[in-house]
């Protein structure tokens, strides 16, 4: 009985993790960079192999659906890393702690790649493929320590300061992935990330409910660039809802509400 529950939540973390994959499949910044799908198939690749499969197709399916269309970009580095991960096990040399190298070296290089065969090869491009490729590098540290906290079996563990931070910023990058989803003027991201405010305000109060806002509005802004005073307004309404925390989930709502009425 206890393998069969065990089994059942191993298969819940596992579905959880390949939708995250296919939201950070569609997830662009600046409307030109894709840093989030290779840094997180690397990471998959390590900490999660019973998924790595299921999280490969979500990826692709997910830019497949995505209005910036990267599939090909993004199954390249995919591959390319595959194939790279698999030489180095062959001659016992694959560690956790180079996964953030090759990702930079998989992601400037396809990308390099890509752009010479589209177009005349500038300076401009290779700065370009510079800086998508340190941005992969960063999210892979940050997955890194992200991404074993959903799979957390002991029930008193007490998160790291850094661990929640790249919490926050590995839910804020997959709701990126949910940019331009809307239904009756509501927007998918604005609903989530209010949510997501809400949830550490309630659990940390306001340092936490104030670190939160920044990092959603600061990468909301950079998946949308229309929407850069999401910062302040995410910023001071996780301020006020932690402030407001001892008043349970209603307080924690109110807050919130003052905070972006204040600001609207």
């Known amino acids: 009985e206890n393998r069969l529950i065990q089994g059942l939540v191993a298969k819940r973390w596992s579905m959880l993790i390949v939708a995250m994959g296919f939201l950070l499949g569609r997830a662009v910044i600046l409307e030109q960079f894709a840093p989030f799908a290779i840094a997180y198939f ?40 595959y194939l790279i991960q698999k030489g180095l096990s062959r001659y016992e040399r694959s560690e956790l702690s180079a996964v953030p190298w090759i990702v930079f070296i998989t992601s400037f290089g396809v990308r390099l790649f890509f752009d010479m065969i589209s177009s005349e090869l500038s300076w401009f491009l290779v700065l370009m493929a510079g800086v998508e490729a340190v941005l992969a590098f960063v999210l892979t540290l940050i997955f890194m320590q992200a991404i074993p906290v959903f799979t957390l079996t002991k029930k008193n563990y007490q998160l790291k300061t850094e661990e929640v931070i790249c919490l926050m910023i590995l839910l804020a990058s997959v709701m990126t992935g949910t940019v331009g989803w809307e239904y009756s003027g509501m927007s998918a991201e604005h609903v989530l990330s209010r949510y ?47 402030l407001l925390k001892e008043g349970k989930k209603l307080g924690v709502a109110l807050g919130l509400l003052l905070g972006s009425s204040i600001l609207t």
């Not at 990471?43 to 659906?65: E, N, P, Q």
């Not at 910036?68 to 591959?79: D, P, S």
């Not at 550490?200 to 509005?217: C, M, P, R, Y």
Request: without cysteine; hydrophobic residues 60%.
């Open 196 to 242: 997501l405010i809400l949830l550490f305000a309630i659990a940390g109060g306001a340092t936490l409910g104030a670190s939160v806002g920044v990092i959603t509005g600061l990468i909301l802004s950079l998946a949308n660039v229309e929407a850069i005073y999401q910062i302040s307004l995410l910023a001071f309404s996780g301020l006020l809802a932690g």
């Open 42 to 81: 690397a990471v998959i690749y390590f900490l999660r192999k019973d998924a790595v499969y299921g999280t490969a197709v979500a990826i692709a399916a997910g830019s497949l659906l995505s209005p910036h269309g990267n599939t090909q970009l993004l199954i390249a580095q995919m591959l390319v890393f």
